[in-house]
T-cell receptor, first 115, second 113 residues
Framework: EAGVAQSPRYKIIEKRQSVAFWCNPI?????LYWYQQILGQGPKLLIQ????????DSQLPKDRFSAERLKGVDSTLKIQPAKLEDSAVYLC?????????????FGEGSRLTVL | GENVEQHPSTLSVQEGDSAVIKCTYS??????FPWYKQELGKRPQLIID?????GEKKDQRIAVTLNKTAKHFSLHITETQPEDSAVYFC????????????FGPGTSLSVIP
């Protein structure tokens, strides 16, 4: 079974530039999560999708971050304009869906460095 | 919303000794508590989990205990080995329609050979 795919693995940008990260979850997984992991900290939930609908985005800085999951499959997380404090690993995870409580399957992450 | 605290932030043990990591949570409605291990530069992976209807769960050298009254849970690793060196995250979630998983800040465990 293929795992969660993310790209790019690494990205270096200047502050005020924009960046986009892509995630393809495990086939058939209805729930998709984007987490931000700053060095030395635990993953922080940015947004959670159930199919193509948002169920939680309370921690997403909406003035600069946006995310979409068209057709309920893959997802894109965008940052525009980037700030220095956005330097982090952006982890995508998926799980089977509603009513399921168990393992989150994480991708390898996308490491963002903002200079 | 849910808040998960974890301590210690760093832990060093000699190979063969035991390691204990403790977590507390704030939302009494939380009833699912997973533990993830993250090796350097790699993705977090589930190592054990416990549901609120169980007080303890064990899997080989790893065990987790839960005290719902006190709202805390702990990870116990016995007979530690160098490959146990990693960052461990506890998390809390509510069994509901949508499984929002909130992570603690992590514990960096070093096992000294």
């Amino acid at each position: 079974e293929a795992g969660v795919a993310q790209s790019p693995r690494y990205k270096i940008i200047e502050k005020r530039q924009s960046v986009a990260f892509w995630c393809n979850p495990i086939s058939g997984h209805a729930t998709l999560y984007w987490y931000q992991q700053i060095l030395g900290q635990g993953p922080k939930l940015l947004i959670q999708f159930q199919n193509n609908g948002v169920v939680d985005d309370s921690q997403l800085p909406k003035d600069r971050f946006s995310a979409e999951r068209l057709k309920g499959v893959d997802s894109t997380l965008k940052i525009q304009p980037a700030k220095l404090e956005d330097s982090a690993v952006y982890l995508c995870a998926s799980s089977p869906g509603q009513g399921y409580t168990g393992e989150l399957f994480f991708g390898e992450g996308s490491r963002l460095t903002v200079l | 919303g849910e808040n998960v605290e974890q301590h210690p932030s760093t832990l060093s043990v000699q190979e063969g000794d035991s390691a204990v990591i403790k977590c507390t949570y704030s939302d009494s409605a939380s009833n699912y508590f997973p533990w993830y291990k993250q090796e350097l530069g790699k993705r977090p992976q589930l190592i054990i989990d416990i549901r609120s209807n169980v007080g303890e769960k064990k899997d080989q050298r790893i065990a987790v205990t839960l005290n719902k009254t006190a709202k805390h849970f702990s990870l116990h690793i016995t007979e530690t080995q160098p490959e146990d060196s990693a960052v461990y995250f506890c998390a809390a979630s509510i069994l509901a329609s949508y499984d929002k998983v909130i992570f603690g800040p992590g514990t960096s465990l070093s096992v000294i050979p």
